[in-house]
């Protein structure tokens, strides 16, 4: 048996019963607070913040005074966060979010309208959820995405997202994942450099150059046959930029491991040299934020997009079939097609598929995004 019951008021009270403040007077210098500490500057701060310079310093010389500690050091590049300064700006930073979530879903209140905050990688971004945004926005008009390129590949937190294509699951419990499809390395190298330095081969690597960078140097044990079959050679550069990493690649400059997307841009050849590396896609979002109807539908279209039922990321992967496999553009369009029926705004299937003039300009814009992904888009290796 339990002492009190629930319906005893007087024992059964919320912190609104309370009229009291805990924080005190100065939640105006927190968010100023927080300014500065994301941009490293007052004069910044005081632009995001619509404000003068004089007025951040004071605020945030009020709420030093208030809390009895120094926040910030004064260095040439800028200010600096002390321990505490970082800790509270912290802080800040999960709450920021956290009030920015609650004011999106009480505008949404149900509806199928709202933002929503993804984190994914440039190359992922732009060859497959860019072109697969034109459908999924004319049956969801209301909801807008921020794409936005993940600050942490490992914690989906400090992305202050809503959720994130990563490469692992998580074991927190107040984050769910779903297992999505493998994404495939290949190490390719441009015709351009097989004319000027010949055809790389597992038996003369040792007189080619590479092009390294970052993201497979992680000592996880997943990228070592890379580091390996790098370290055979010579680094001619590093490059830890996507987009510019595909670009050395395809100017020639050395072999670069690529998704294996980058097939379908006709200056690459892929290399048999016994190097192939898969890495596992998961669609990792906050649990509480799920429960808001527009995180869970862009939640579904992601998993959908990247699942193993697309052709570049299922679980195997062959080399001989690749050039054949449609460009990943294509596959989106195909997926356009079929899911045309299910739209909410009248769309006659027939209207998608036959002449120019009758396509909707959604369709012709995806067919334009297609013809420059074969150009410019495809170099992209995450």
Not at 40 to 53: C, D, W
Not at 164 to 186: A, E, N, T, Y
Request: charged share 20%.
């Amino acid at each position: 048996m339990l002492p009190f019951d629930e319906e005893q008021q007087s024992f059964n009270r919320s912190p609104l019963d309370e009229e009291t403040l805990l924080s005190g007077q100065f939640w105006a210098e927190l968010r100023v607070f927080l300014a500065v500490a994301k941009t490293k500057s007052f004069n910044r701060a005081a632009e995001m913040t619509n404000t003068s310079q004089p007025t951040v310093s004071r605020q945030v010389r009020r709420l030093q005074d208030v809390v009895g500690s120094q926040l910030f050091i004064s260095t040439p590049r800028g200010v600096k966060l002390t321990q505490k300064g970082e800790a509270l700006a912290r802080a800040l930073s999960r709450l920021d979010y956290t009030l920015h979530s609650i004011t999106s879903d009480l505008k949404a209140e149900g509806r199928e309208e709202g933002i929503v905050r993804v984190s994914i990688t440039s190359g992922l971004n732009a060859l497959f959820a860019a072109p697969a945004l034109l459908p999924f926005s004319a049956q969801y008009p209301g909801i807008q995405l921020h794409l936005k390129s993940p600050l942490n590949l490992i914690n989906l937190r400090e992305n202050q997202t809503d959720m994130m294509i990563g490469f692992g699951p998580s074991v927190s419990p107040d984050i769910q994942f779903r297992k999505l499809g493998q994404l495939h390395f290949i190490p390719v190298v441009a015709k351009d450099y097989i004319r000027n330095r010949g055809l790389p081969t597992v038996n003369n690597l040792e007189q080619h150059l590479f092009i390294q960078s970052e993201y497979y140097l992680a000592r996880t044990g997943l990228w070592d046959s890379w580091q390996q079959t790098a370290s055979r050679g010579r680094i001619a550069h590093h490059c830890d930029d996507s987009f510019a990493y595909g670009m050395l690649v395809k100017a020639g400059h050395g072999i670069g491991l690529l998704g294996s997307y980058t097939l379908v841009e006709p200056c690459f050849v892929p290399l048999e040299i016994g190097l192939r590396i898969s890495v596992p896609l998961f669609l990792l979002a906050l649990t509480e934020r799920l429960n808001a109807r527009p995180v869970r539908l862009v939640f579904d279209w992601l998993a959908n997009i990247f699942g193993g039922d697309n052709p570049w990321f299922g679980d195997d992967f062959k080399l001989n079939n690749a050039r054949s496999r449609p460009n990943p553009g294509e596959i989106v369009l195909r997926h356009y097609h079929r899911e045309a029926s299910n739209l909410r705004v009248t769309l006659p299937a027939a209207s998608l598929i036959s002449t120019s003039e009758r396509r909707p300009s959604s369709m012709k814009t995806a067919e334009r995004l297609l013809k420059l992904s074969a150009s410019s888009w495809i170099v992209l290796t995450f």
